[in-house]
């Protein structure tokens, strides 16, 4: 008998704008030139649906997009960045990427950047995720009373009345 050997894959989630799908299957998934790291945004696939599409609403906010989401598997072997949303992040495999989402106590915030370009052949699907989830502004906003700072509400929702309680206060 024959042993071939599988190379083992790590799946994450990439949330994008519908207006970029043909372009995404066409090209992949290029890197980020305009955040905090150069590379791409993806969350492992975890069992919990709100963990894996946590920011689709803070994107939706952002941008008011129609979102799908793509499956993507790259090698386990692959470095990755993994940390909270404006926190410090650290190198690992793309195989422990997942088991920190997985065991993390509080999942919520944590993202994931695959370091290179995600070619078309690793796209495994594309779907409309069903409803949005997620937080708004950071994770733990429930009940703390947002920044009224000019820089902190540019073009938000209700942005005019939180300035005016900010400036009155």
């Known amino acids: 008998m024959l042993s071939v050997k599988c190379k083992k894959m790590a799946q994450f989630i990439?949330?994008?704008d519908e207006r970029d799908l043909s372009r995404i299957k066409k090209n992949g998934i290029k890197?980020?030139?305009?955040?905090a790291f150069d590379g791409v945004y993806l969350f492992p696939q975890?069992?919990?649906y709100e963990v894996n599409?946590?920011?689709m609403r803070e994107l939706k906010r952002r941008n008011s997009l129609n979102m799908l989401a793509a499956?993507?598997?790259?090698?386990d072997d692959t470095p990755v960045l993994i940390g909270k949303y404006n926190s410090e992040h650290i190198e690992?495999?793309?195989a422990k990427a997942i088991g920190i989402a997985r065991e993390h106590e509080d999942p919520l915030g944590l993202e994931v950047i695959a370091l290179r370009k995600i070619e078309p052949k690793?796209?495994?699907?594309?779907?409309k995720p069903p409803k949005v989830t997620g937080w708004r502004y950071y994770p733990a906003a429930k009940g703390v009373k947002p920044c009224g700072c000019e820089y902190c509400q540019r073009g938000e929702p209700y942005s005019k009345?939180?300035?005016l309680e900010y400036e009155n206060t």
Do not use: C, M
């Not at 890197?31 to 955040?35: G, L, Q, T, V």
């Not at 499956?71 to 090698?75: C, D, S, T």
């Open 46 to 48: 975890t069992e919990n």
């Open 31 to 35: 890197k980020s030139k305009y955040n």
């Open 53 to 55: 599409h946590q920011w």
């Open 92 to 94: 690992v495999t793309a």
């Open 161 to 163: 009345r939180i300035k």
């Open 71 to 75: 499956r993507i598997r790259i090698p």
């Open 14 to 16: 990439y949330l994008f």
């Open 122 to 127: 690793e796209i495994i699907s594309f779907y």
